[in-house]
Antibody, heavy 120, light 109 residues
Framework: QVQLVQSGAEVKKPGASVKVSCKAS????????INWVRQATGQGLEWMGW????????GYAQKFQGRVTMTRNNSIRTAYMELSSLRSEDTAVYYC?????????????WGQGTLVTVSS | EIVLTQSPGTLSLSPGERATLSCRASQSVSSSYLAWYQQKPGQAPRLLIYGTSSRATGIPDRFSGSGSGTDFTLTISRLEPEDFAVYYCQQYGSSWLYTFGQGTKLEIK
């Protein structure tokens, strides 16, 4: 069965960077884009960007341009999201989600979420 | 960027009642690109509806989606206790951009 398993919770100081991992299993990793979505406590879902594991191509929401980097290691079927210059407003649960594939545009499987806390 | 506005913000209903949730887009959205998700506390979102009206695998037929253009609706015909959650609509736009609505909380009355 398809599974996305994310790394554990992180606590970071303002100005630092965080790197969250998302390990895929149960399907061909390179056949589906991985997207990242975050959710601040008590707030809604915010899409951050996508990464194509086959090509390494990425696309980021304008809000995160210059601060986010999405990468992958195909040998271990793992996607990564790194967010830099952290501030308190970046405290949130970060989810990875699998894009089902063209011509359909939605996310069919999600990771369990990783809580990132930014605090001095 | 297309903005999705969901209403109401909170909907209070009783089990067995019918729920109607709205998602309005700031510009026309292709019906193929509109999805709905359910999220319960402490859990990741779960896909309910894609392509405006197609139910995802394992989703009960009391959930249905409809709409076109800028107005979309998620209907739950007879609420079960497990349906009380937050619901989000999502659209896909050009240049590989996705946006979510702000959510509708469905709570027990």
């Amino acid at each position: 069965q398809v599974q996305l398993v994310q790394s554990g919770a992180e606590v970071k100081k303002p100005g630092a960077s965080v790197k969250v991992s998302c390990k895929a299993s149960g399907y061909t990793f390179t056949s589906h884009d991985i997207n990242w979505v975050r959710q601040a406590t008590g707030q809604g879902l915010e899409w951050m960007g996508w990464m194509n594991p086959n090509s390494g191509n990425t696309g980021y929401a304008q809000k995160f341009q210059g601060r986010v980097t999405m990468t992958r290691n195909n040998s271990i079927r793992t996607a990564y999201m790194e967010l830099s210059s952290l501030r308190s407003e970046d405290t949130a649960v970060y989810y990875c989600a699998r894009w089902v594939g063209a011509p359909k545009y939605y996310f069919d499987y999600w990771g369990q979420g990783t809580l990132v806390t930014v605090s001095s | 960027e297309i903005v999705l506005t969901q209403s109401p913000g909170t909907l209070s209903l009783s089990p067995g009642e019918r729920a109607t949730l709205s998602c309005r887009a700031s510009q026309s959205v292709s019906s193929s690109y509109l999805a709905w998700y359910q999220q319960k506390p402490g859990q990741a979102p779960r896909l309910l509806i894609y392509g405006t009206s197609s139910r995802a695998t394992g989703i009960p037929d009391r959930f249905s989606g409809s709409g076109s253009g800028t107005d979309f609706t998620l209907t739950i015909s007879r609420l079960e206790p497990e349906d009380f959650a937050v619901y989000y609509c999502q659209q896909y736009g050009s240049s590989w951009l996705y946006t979510f609505g702000q959510g509708t909380k469905l709570e027990i009355k």
